[in-house]
């Protein structure tokens, strides 16, 4: 089992910066996959980003390409999502996710392990 909590999230005027991390625990960190997702109210859950076991590989969602930016520091079993020029329509719970492959860290579907959530409310 592996246990993600998320931190960092708040609330932030638009154009404004935010951090959250993801911790985890209870296996190797650097064999997962990791992933950012957020849901908005009354929508569905929607991908943000991936990093890969290694940190080397990422990917975004068109809607955050060029303003977030996840890292990890796997001696820290710590995962980063660095939120910039942030929107009114970021606003959502951010959750962290880690997956066997990058590949399927890509899904939300195949993610093994989710952690509670972190609220971040971007204001006009």
């Known amino acids: 089992q592996v246990q993600l909590v998320e931190s960092g999230g708040g609330l932030v005027q638009a154009g404004g910066s935010l951090r959250l991390s993801c911790a985890a625990s209870?296996?190797?960190?650097?064999?997962?996959?990791m992933a950012w997702f957020r849901q908005a109210p009354g929508k569905e859950r929607d991908l943000v980003g991936v990093?890969?076991?290694?940190?080397?590989?990422?990917y975004y969602a068109d809607s955050v390409k060029g303003r977030f930016t996840i890292s990890r520091e796997n001696a820290k079993n710590t995962v980063y999502l660095q939120m910039n020029s942030l929107k009114p329509e970021d606003t959502a719970v951010y959750y962290c996710?880690?997956?066997?492959?990058?590949?399927?860290?890509?899904?939300?579907?195949?993610?093994?392990?989710w952690g509670q959530g972190t609220q971040v409310t971007v204001s006009s």
């Open positions: 209870g296996r190797t960190f650097s064999d997962y996959a």
């Open positions: 996710a880690g997956s066997s492959t990058y590949l399927r860290a890509r899904s939300q579907r195949t993610c093994d392990y």
């Open positions: 990093i890969s076991r290694s940190g080397v590989t990422t």
